[in-house]
């Protein structure tokens, strides 16, 4: 049984680059999460899909960032324009369907995204 | 809004000896209560959970009392390895708050031979 996967595990861009990160869920997860993990902090919540739809953006910290999951399966988080402050860590986790009850996410290794 | 809260670091202790690290919680709702450990070059992976008042969560030797009263969750070990040398992170995750999990900025524990 595969973890979930995140690629490229770096990216290095330029200031203005557009840059776009990849998450494989594990398989049958229906609830998948991003997160945003400054050097030495603990992860900061980006957004959630549960399969397709995206339940919760707020805390995409502006309309330069972007997450989608068209098949409720792979999700794509785009940063356009990217800047300095952009610089982190970021997280994909997924979780089973729980009843109602918040669940085990599971986390994958992260991109280390850093914007020169 | 939900937040979480857990003692700095770095913590040092030698090998054998008695672990603590504390952390409150803050939250409206009726939250599921987690550590999380980061083992050096690896990613962040699920230590113990607890998701009601008064339910112990334990693993490795590690355990957390999820005490309502006093909104804490503290871990504990009563025999430190070097292995357990990590960072450790506090987090809750609420269903009013839609799942997503609120983490605290970590503890990092250094364990000495």
């Known amino acids: 049984g595969a973890g979930v996967s995140q690629s490229p595990r770096y990216k290095v861009a330029k200031r203005g680059q557009d840059v776009a990160l990849r998450c494989d869920p594990i398989s049958g997860h229906v609830s998948l999460f991003w997160y945003q993990q400054a050097l030495g902090q603990g992860p900061e919540f980006l957004t959630y899909f549960q399969n397709e739809a995206q339940l919760d953006k707020s805390g995409l910290p502006s309309d330069r960032f972007f997450a989608e999951r068209p098949e409720g399966s792979v999700s794509t988080l785009k940063i356009q324009r990217t800047q300095q402050e952009d610089s982190a860590v970021y997280l994909c986790?997924?979780?089973?369907?729980?009843?109602?009850?918040?669940?085990?996410?599971?986390f994958g290794p992260g991109t280390r995204l850093t914007v020169l | 809004g939900d937040s979480v809260t857990q003692m700095e670091g770095p913590v040092t202790l030698s090998e054998e000896a008695f672990l603590t690290i504390n952390c409150t919680y803050t939250a409206t709702g009726y939250p599921s209560l987690f550590w999380y450990v980061q083992y050096p070059g690896e990613g962040l992976q699920l230590l113990l959970k607890?998701?009601?008042?008064?339910d112990k969560g334990s693993n490795k030797g590690f355990e957390a009392t999820y005490r309502k009263e006093t909104t804490s969750f503290h871990l504990e070990k009563g025999s430190v390895q070097v292995s357990d040398s990590a960072v450790y992170f506090c987090a809750l995750s609420d269903r009013s708050g839609g799942f997503k999990t609120i983490f605290g900025a970590g503890t990092r524990l250094f364990v000495k031979a």
């Open positions: 607890a998701t009601k008042a008064d």
């Open positions: 986790a997924s979780s089973l369907p729980s009843g109602g009850v918040p669940d085990t996410q599971y």
